[in-house]
C-alpha cells in the first residue's frame, strides 16, 4: 500500500483538492457523488504500480468552482484543464458511478485523451425497462441500504448513525450542521449534473461507439442504485470492452470491496 | 394592520387507509374529482364572504401534486376572486417562477388579474417549495438563479415599453411584449414568501418588498426571522415599514376558549399529521449552505413535531380560543414580530364550511376592531418588550 498526499492546483474554475502517489503509468481516479477519495484502499493499492490521482471534483470536498459547472460538457472541460495541470496525455481512468459517467463523457468527446478505462457501477445510460433508482430525497441509511451489502460496514454504519437527517427540515432533531454539510454539498454539486435528465445523458448512447479506450466495466451484481442491464449495455456498445459482474456487490463497491477491485483494474491495465 | 383571509384549498375526507407523504407520491388517485369540485367552490365562496366582513383582502397560493392545498394555479382563483368582489385586495402569494417557463405567462397572468380587478392584485413571487422541484423534475440547484432571473424579466416587462429582447442564463426570449398591462403602475405591490433563507430576506429588503414568513413554525423562529428581515432593511439604509412583513397563522375563534378548542382540535391534527406529511423536504442544492445553517435551528419546531395541544398553544402555532384570548394573543405575537400583515387562515385542515363562517364572522366582528385599536394604520407595530418576551 502507498500512501497518497493530499495537494492543492488551481484550476481555471478555482482551487481544487487533489490526492496523489505512487509511481508508474498515470491513473486517474474519478470518485462518486459520495466524494470519496481521502484514505480509499483501492487507490493505496493501486499506487504500488501506477502514479495515482484522484482529483475531487469541483463543489465536492474542499474544491472550488462548482457554479463554473452546469453540465457534462463543462465537467469534460474541467476534466481536460486537469490533464493539462498535471501534465497528462494519455492517463488510464478508473470512474466510480458518477465518475464513470464523466469518464464515458470524456472518452466519447476525446477518445485520443483515454488510454484505458476501469468504469464501476457507472450512471450515464437511460434505459426504459431499468431505470437508475431515486438517490435523491432518500435518508442516508436508506442511501446505505441501496448503496452496500454489508451494512456493518463502518461507512454504511455511519450512515445509519445520520438517519435523523433526512433531507426533511421538518422532521430533523437538532442536527450539528458540520455533519450535515459535506453531503449537502456533495448532493447539491450532483444535482447541478444529474438532476434532470436523472444522472444520464440522452445522447451518451449513440456516442458510445466513438470510444476507443479497452473498457472494463464493473457491476456489483446487487447494486440497489443501477441495474445490471447498464453494465450490458455499455459493454454492448462500446466497441472494445468487457464486463466483470462482483457477486454479493453493490453499488458502492469502491469502499466496500477494495481489494478485488484492485486486482480487476491492475491486471485489465496491465494487460 | 392590515388584514387578510388566507385560503389553502386543502383536500379533506383523505383516504383513512392511507398514511403516506401528502406530497409529490401520494397517489392521485384518492382524488375525487366531484368532491374536489364541490371543495373549490365551497373556498370560493369562503374568499369571497372576506370582503363582505371587512377583510382587507385574500390570500391564495400555488403548490403542485400534493393534498395539502388544491391550487396548482393559483391565478385561476384569484381571477375568479377578482372578478367577483369589487373592494378588497387579492393576493397571490405566489407564483412559483421558476416552475414557469417563459416566466413572461406571470407578468401576463398577473397583469390579466391586476386589469379584471381594477388595480387590486398583490403579486406574490416564490421560490417554489422543495416537494415542487421533485413534482416538475425542475433542476433545484438552480431554483435562485431562475428565481432572480424570472423576477428581473418579469419586473422589466411591467415597466420597460415593449418588445425588447432578453437574455439571461435560464431564459433567452427574442420579443418580450406583454400584452396585457397591469393598472397599477409602476407595477403591483409585490410580496415574497420565505421560510428563512437569508438570501430571500436579502432580495427583499434591497427591492423594498414585503416579506412573508413561511407558517408552521413556533412564534420563537418568527421572531428570530423577522428580526433578521428587519437588520436586512437597517443594512439596505432604511427602516422596514411594518407593511413590509406580514405573519401567516391559523386562527380559529368561537365563544369560549374550551368551545374552540372542542371543535377545531380535529380539525388542526387531520392537517398537521395527513396534509402536512412530505412539504419540508429539501432538494439538494435548493438551499445555501448558509441558509441550511439558519433553517435548521428553527427545524425541530416545525409542526409536524408538535403531538400535544399544550405545544401548539405555547407556540402559537395556532391562535385559538374566545375572542377575547384570541385579541390578546394576537396583540402580543405581532407586536413581537412587527408585522403589519396579518394574514389569517380561519380554514385549516378539516375544518368544515359552517365552522370556517362562524370563525371568519367572530373574528370580523370581535377581533379585528380590538387590533385595529390597538394598531392604528401608520403607527409602528413591533414593541421590543413584547419581542423579549
Redesign the interface.
Same mark, same amino acid.
Given at each position: 500500500m502507498a500512501p497518497l498526499h493530499e495537494e492543492f492546483v488551481d484550476a481555471p474554475v478555482g482551487k481544487i483538492q487533489a490526492f496523489r502517489g505512487g509511481s508508474g503509468a498515470p491513473l486517474v481516479y474519478l470518485h462518486s457523488a459520495g466524494g470519496e477519495a481521502p484514505g480509499l484502499a483501492v487507490l493505496e493499492d493501486l499506487a504500488e504500480r501506477f502514479e495515482v490521482l484522484a482529483p475531487i471534483f469541483p463543489g465536492f470536498g474542499e474544491s472550488e468552482g462548482i457554479e463554473e459547472i452546469d453540465d457534462m460538457d463543462d465537467a469534460v472541460f474541467h476534466l481536460l484543464d486537469l490533464w493539462a495541470l498535471f501534465g497528462l496525455d494519455r492517463p488510464c481512468v478508473l470512474g466510480s458511478s458518477l465518475g464513470g459517467w464523466m469518464a464515458l463523457e470524456l472518452a466519447v468527446r476525446y477518445p485520443e485523451r483515454v488510454a484505458r478505462m476501469v468504469l464501476v457501477n457507472p450512471v450515464g445510460l437511460y434505459l426504459a425497462d431499468a431505470p437508475i433508482a431515486e438517490m435523491f430525497g432518500r435518508s442516508p441509511a436508506e442511501l446505505a441500504e441501496m448503496l452496500f451489502v454489508d451494512q456493518e460496514h463502518p461507512i454504511a454504519a455511519a450512515m445509519h448513525a445520520m438517519e435523523e437527517f433526512t433531507g426533511d427540515v421538518g422532521k430533523s432533531v437538532q442536527i450539528p450542521i458540520e455533519l450535515v454539510l459535506p453531503m449537502w454539498k456533495a448532493l447539491g454539486a450532483t444535482a447541478r449534473l444529474g438532476w434532470d435528465p436523472y444522472l444520464h445523458d440522452p445522447k451518451l448512447r449513440r456516442r458510445l461507439r466513438r470510444i476507443t479506450a479497452p473498457t472494463l466495466v464493473v457491476a456489483g451484481a446487487q447494486d440497489g442504485l443501477v441495474p445490471l442491464q447498464h453494465a450490458e449495455t455499455l459493454v454492448a456498445e462500446i466497441p472494445d470492452a468487457r464486463l466483470a459482474v462482483l457477486e454479493g456487490a453493490a453499488h458502492w463497491l469502491v469502499l466496500e470491496r477494495p481489494e478485488e477491485l484492485a486486482v480487476l483494474t491492475r491486471d485489465f491495465l496491465s494487460s | 394592520m392590515r388584514f387578510f383571509s388566507f385560503h389553502l384549498m386543502p383536500y379533506i375526507g383523505l383516504d383513512p387507509s392511507y398514511d403516506g407523504p401528502a406530497w409529490v407520491t401520494c397517489p392521485n388517485q384518492l382524488f375525487d374529482p366531484v368532491h374536489g369540485g364541490a371543495l373549490y367552490n365551497r373556498y370560493l365562496d369562503e374568499l369571497l364572504y372576506a370582503e363582505e366582513l371587512g377583510f382587507d383582502g385574500v390570500c391564495v397560493n400555488e403548490h403542485h401534486q400534493n393534498a395539502y392545498g388544491l391550487m396548482p394555479s393559483p391565478n385561476l382563483m384569484a381571477s375568479i376572486v377578482a372578478r367577483q368582489s369589487t373592494r378588497m385586495k387579492v393576493a397571490v402569494v405566489g407564483n412559483a417562477l421558476p416552475l414557469y417557463d417563459p416566466p413572461t405567462r406571470v407578468a401576463e397572468e398577473f397583469a390579466m388579474i391586476d386589469c379584471i380587478s381594477g388595480g387590486r392584485l398583490i403579486a406574490g413571487m416564490v421560490v417554489g417549495g422543495g416537494p415542487e422541484y421533485?413534482s416538475f423534475?425542475? =433542476?433545484?440547484?438552480?431554483a435562485r438563479e431562475r428565481f432572480q432571473e424570472a423576477h428581473d424579466l418579469i419586473l422589466k416587462a411591467w415597466t420597460t415599453p415593449g418588445p425588447f429582447e432578453w437574455v439571461s442564463k435560464h431564459y433567452r426570449i427574442r420579443y418580450v411584449n406583454p400584452w396585457p398591462r397591469p393598472v397599477q403602475q409602476p407595477h403591483p405591490e409585490i410580496w415574497i414568501p420565505g421560510a428563512g433563507s437569508v438570501e430571500t430576506m436579502e432580495f427583499v429588503a434591497r427591492h423594498r418588498y414585503a416579506y412573508m414568513g413561511i407558517p408552521y413554525f413556533s412564534l420563537d423562529v418568527f421572531k428570530r426571522t423577522f428580526g433578521m428581515f428587519r437588520d436586512a432593511c437597517a443594512a439596505e439604509g432604511y427602516e422596514a415599514d411594518p407593511l413590509q412583513a406580514g405573519w401567516l397563522v391559523p386562527i380559529y375563534v368561537a365563544e369560549t376558549d374550551a368551545q374552540a378548542r372542542r371543535e377545531y382540535e380535529e380539525h388542526l391534527w387531520y392537517f398537521v399529521k395527513r396534509l /402536512?406529511p412530505?412539504?419540508?423536504?429539501?432538494?439538494?442544492?435548493?438551499t445555501s449552505?448558509r441558509s /441550511?445553517?439558519n433553517? /435548521?435551528k428553527g427545524?425541530?419546531t416545525?409542526?409536524? =413535531?408538535v403531538t400535544d395541544w399544550d405545544e401548539i398553544v405555547a407556540g402559537r402555532y395556532a391562535i385559538v380560543g374566545s375572542p377575547e384570548t384570541v385579541t390578546e394573543q394576537l396583540v402580543e405575537a405581532l407586536g413581537a414580530l412587527g408585522t403589519g400583515n396579518l394574514l389569517g387562515l380561519f380554514q385549516l385542515g378539516s375544518l368544515p364550511a359552517d365552522l370556517t363562517r362562524r370563525n371568519l364572522e367572530l373574528f370580523a366582528r370581535e377581533v379585528k376592531p380590538a387590533l385595529e385599536r390597538e394598531f392604528p394604520a401608520g403607527a409602528p407595530v413591533y414593541r421590543p418588550t413584547a419581542a423579549a418576551a
Open positions: - | 421533485y423534475s425542475v =433542476n433545484p440547484a438552480y /402536512l412530505g412539504i419540508t423536504i429539501q432538494p439538494p442544492g435548493y449552505a /441550511l445553517a433553517i /435548521l427545524a425541530g416545525f409542526m409536524l =413535531n
